[in-house]
């Protein structure tokens, strides 16, 4: 059973800067795709940052100049850095492995990220 641990989220200020980090049970470079994907209350969620095996990164508008996503084969480990952070980011950041087609197969438990004004 392959695990996702997320973890560096927490309350920040506004135009502030977290790193968020999902540590793999097994080998990510295996799974075809890894990504980023933040849901806030009473909203669906969105995908906003992912990275295909051998491709690059694609970001969502709400996100594009601000978050990188980046990987660490070695360390089976994704991160997101988030910099110059808003209020409207506040939201459970999860992350995601491995993409079929009815969607990604294998998820975090999610880690809070609140931006305070």
């Known amino acids: 059973q392959v695990q996702l641990v997320e973890s560096g989220g927490g309350l920040v200020q506004a135009g502030g800067s977290l790193r968020l980090s999902c540590a793999a049970s097994?080998?990510?470079?295996?799974?075809?795709?890894v990504a980023w994907y933040r849901q806030a209350p009473g909203e669906r969620r969105e995908l906003i940052a992912s990275?295909?095996?051998?491709?690059?990164?694609n970001y969502a508008n709400s996100v594009e100049g601000r978050f990188s996503i980046s990987k660490d084969n070695a360390k089976n480990t994704v991160y997101l850095e988030m910099n110059s952070l808003k209020p409207e980011d506040t939201a459970v950041y999860y992350c995601a492995a491995d993409r079929w087609t009815t969607g990604f197969a294998y998820w975090g438990q999610g880690t809070q990220v609140t931006v305070s004004s």
């Open positions: 990275i295909p095996r051998g491709g690059s990164a």
């Open positions: 097994g080998s990510i470079a295996s799974y075809n795709a």
